[in-house]
């Protein structure tokens, strides 16, 4: 098969990666993940004779899939309908041990990997998803941030790529044809240890606002000094007087805002069968029936609704505070942990462009309600578990990012959120994004 040679921009500890398996608290082939199999594949545990028991098996569990064209072939579940049947009692995958990884499908050999190529076909991106325990870990060690290399590669025409900027994308949007220059620049403002996290992601709104006016007036050639501009003057230092007088919303009605945009989001998502959801509702003291129901299936995925509002415990606001000073104790020595996770999905999700909103500023809400929503849960378990330490802050955002990076039906649903409660400017926004006044309450 014809090849084609790229250049890969890819996390420097990209290749450091390898799969935890059975030390997997969520392990992914326990989750009942839908499991495509490729045409390649498939046609390879087809025709497999030997071993003969595992031969007997790839033919009982593996079908034929026609409901989506990019699959061949799917894994059939049974027992609990969730654990793939290839698992072993180590929770190591039996297809791996006895065939290799290369014989693996796309899916299972590709997770947690994204691969983006452009429109060019000379240039690639490889990342690693943060909803995957194993690169959380990594995101522990890299202590000075995530850094960047660049290598040459050959790439086998028919790769199974996630997504990209292609000419299409151009067509419609001339402004994605800097893509690189506004992605980096982002990466850039998330760095700066200058500022905090909450700090960074308002300066990345600074840039983001910029760029949605000139796009807005078809006024393209600026982007490029629009983003020097901006990066220019953090490098000086000159955002900083701005940044100290940003308001700060009080506790109470911070924690009003949180109850709502959790409410609507827990809707949505599932974290582990709700027990996430449920026990930042319980720390918190966030009163309600927490009873689910399983509605019809839709797009094969279980909708659930919540039965009664939320509404705050007599509790809830010192509850709140509590992990609030909790999670700025925890920060003191692990907000790199954030902004690896932040640098990673702005990478790893190409933004502000690779997102179903199509509006830059929209994916700039979007990505600032991701951060809220995994900041609002590690407060709520901060709110209550006194243990709280490096095992469960990477089990608790793994699981997180599993409901909110893989799922695309958070994301219009967040941005109509924040644009219903009124944040739709950047001042707006602000109050949100910032810590809380912790003092007054």
Not at 139 to 161: A, Q, S
Request: charged fraction near 25%; aromatic fraction near 10%; glycine fraction near 6%.
């Amino acid at each position: 098969m014809e090849k084609f040679q790229v250049t890969i921009l890819k996390p420097d500890f990209y290749d450091r990666f390898h799969c935890l398996g059975g030390l997997c608290h969520d392990n992914c082939c326990t989750e009942g993940w839908k499991i495509f199999i490729d045409k390649k594949t498939y046609k390879y545990y087809h025709n497999l004779h030997q071993p003969k028991e595992l031969a007997v098996r790839l033919k009982k569990y593996i079908t034929r899939y026609k409901d989506d064209p990019r699959a061949w072939g799917i894994i059939k579940y049974d027992n609990d309908g969730k654990t793939c049947p290839f698992q072993n009692e180590e929770s190591w995958c039996e297809l791996q041990l006895s065939l290799g990884e290369k014989y693996l499908s796309n899916t299972c050999r590709e997770y947690p990997r994204t691969k983006n190529l452009f429109v060019d076909d000379k240039t690639a991106q490889y990342s690693l998803s943060s909803s995957c325990e194993a690169v959380l870990r990594l995101f522990l060690e890299e202590k000075e941030g995530i850094g960047f290399i660049e290598e040459k590669d050959e790439i086998m025409r028919g790769t199974v790529f996630s997504g990209g900027i292609d000419q299409g994308i151009l067509t419609r949007r001339p402004i994605a044809a800097h893509w690189q220059t506004i992605q980096y620049a982002g990466i850039d403002i998330l760095q700066n240890r200058q500022y905090t996290i909450e700090e960074r992601l308002i300066i990345l709104g600074l840039l983001c606002q910029k760029l949605q006016v000139l796009e807005d007036n078809n006024r393209i050639d600026e982007v490029n000094w629009a983003v020097k501009g901006l990066i220019n003057a953090l490098k000086q230092n000159n955002e900083q007087e701005l940044l100290t007088v940003l308001p700060k919303a009080k506790l109470e009605s911070h924690l009003l805002f949180y109850e709502k945009l959790f409410s609507n989001v827990a809707l949505i998502i599932t974290l582990k069968e709700k027990g996430i959801l449920k026990t930042l509702a319980t720390n918190i003291d966030w009163q309600t029936d927490w009873t689910f129901q399983q509605g019809k299936k839709e797009k094969s995925s279980a909708q659930w609704e919540i039965n009664n509002q939320i509404t705050n415990g007599e509790n809830s606001c010192q509850r709140y505070q509590k992990g609030c000073l909790r999670y700025q104790e925890m920060m003191a020595e692990k907000e790199y942990f954030i902004e690896n996770l932040l640098v990673m999905e702005w990478f790893r999700q190409l933004l502000p462009f690779e997102k179903e909103t199509g509006n830059i500023w929209h994916n700039y809400q979007w990505f600032c309600g991701l951060f809220m929503i995994i900041r609002l849960i590690l407060i709520g378990m901060l709110a209550g578990d006194e243990s709280f330490g490096e095992k469960e802050l990477v089990r608790v955002t793994a699981a997180s990012m599993r409901s909110l990076g893989h799922n695309k039906n958070v994301t219009l649903p967040v941005v109509a959120f924040l644009n219903d409660a009124g944040m739709d400017t950047l001042a707006q926004l602000t109050t949100a994004i910032n810590m809380p006044d912790l003092a007054s309450l």
